[in-house]
C-alpha cells in the first residue's frame, strides 16, 4: 500500500514564501504530483516530479528527494487567492493516484 | 473545450434508492477515474479505467460498480444508497502525469 502525509493547516501573510511537505510511503511509483483545490471546486493540477529535484512553474514550485521519501510544494510571492487546500499525489501504475489529506493554506493580509 | 462533465451537481438520496453519476470528457484521454471526497480528507480512488472497455478497482470500491461505456464516457452506479456513501464524487480523465477533474457530484443519502 501506499501512505502519505502533509500537515493539515498552514497560515501564511501576504507575499510571503510557504513551503508544503509531503512524506510517503511506498513500494514503487512513478511520480510525485501537486493539486490545488479552492474551496467547493475541482482539484487542479500544479506541479509534478517524476525525478528527484526542483520543478519551477511561475511562482509554485515543487521538490523531489526519493532517497528521503519526501516532497514539497513552494509557493512564493504569495497572494490571497492562493488560499486553498492542497494535495500531494503518488502516481502509479496506469496513470493511478493515491492523495494525501490535504493542507489547507490560509494567507492573511 | 468543456473538459470532464459531469452530472447531475448535487443529488438526494433515500437510504437503498440507486443512481449513476454520469461523466464525460472530450479531451481523448484514455485513462478515467471515479474518486470520492470526504469533509477534510483527501479524494479516495473508487474505480478507475485504463482504457476502453477496461475497469479495475481503486482503495474503495464496495457499493460502487462502473461502466466504460465508450472512450468519452465512465459512470458510477449506486445499487443500493448507504448513508456511508454520503460524500462529493470527482471524476477524471488524465493524460501522462496530469488528472483533469470534472466540478464534482454533491451526493447526500438520508
Known amino acids: 500500500g501506499q501512505s502519505l502525509e502533509q500537515p493539515s493547516e498552514v497560515t501564511a501573510v501576504e507575499g510571503a514564501i510557504v513551503q508544503i511537505n509531503c512524506t510517503y510511503q511506498t513500494s514503487g511509483f512513478y511520480g510525485l504530483s501537486w493539486y490545488q483545490q479552492h474551496d467547493g471546486g475541482a482539484p487542479t493540477f500544479l506541479s509534478y516530479n517524476a525525478l528527484d529535484g526542483l520543478e519551477e512553474t511561475g511562482r509554485f514550485s515543487s521538490f523531489l528527494s526519493r532517497s528521503d521519501s519526501y516532497g514539497y510544494l513552494l509557493l512564493q510571492e504569495l497572494q490571497m487567492k492562493d488560499s486553498a487546500s492542497y494535495f500531494c499525489?503518488?502516481?502509479?501504475?496506469?496513470?493511478?493516484?493515491?492523495f494525501g489529506d490535504g493542507t489547507t493554506l490560509t494567507v492573511k493580509p | 473545450n468543456a473538459g470532464v462533465t459531469q452530472t447531475p451537481k448535487f443529488q438526494v438520496l433515500k437510504t437503498g434508492q440507486s443512481m449513476t453519476l454520469q461523466c464525460a470528457q472530450d479531451?481523448?484521454?484514455?485513462?478515467m477515474y471515479w474518486y470520492r471526497q470526504d469533509p477534510g480528507m483527501g479524494l479516495r480512488l473508487i474505480y478507475y479505467?485504463?482504457?476502453?472497455?477496461?475497469?479495475d478497482k481503486g482503495e474503495v470500491p464496495n457499493g460502487y460498480n462502473v461502466s466504460r461505456l465508450n472512450k468519452r464516457e465512465f459512470s458510477l452506479r449506486l445499487e443500493s444508497a448507504a448513508p456511508s456513501q454520503t460524500s462529493v464524487y470527482f471524476c477524471?480523465?488524465?493524460?501522462?502525469?496530469?488528472?483533469?477533474f470534472g466540478q464534482g457530484t454533491r451526493l447526500t443519502v438520508v
Open positions: 479505467s485504463a482504457s476502453e472497455g477496461t475497469t
Open positions: 499525489a503518488l502516481n502509479t501504475n496506469a496513470g493511478k493516484s493515491t
Open positions: 479531451m481523448n484521454h484514455n485513462s
Open positions: 477524471a480523465s488524465s493524460v501522462l502525469r496530469e488528472a483533469f
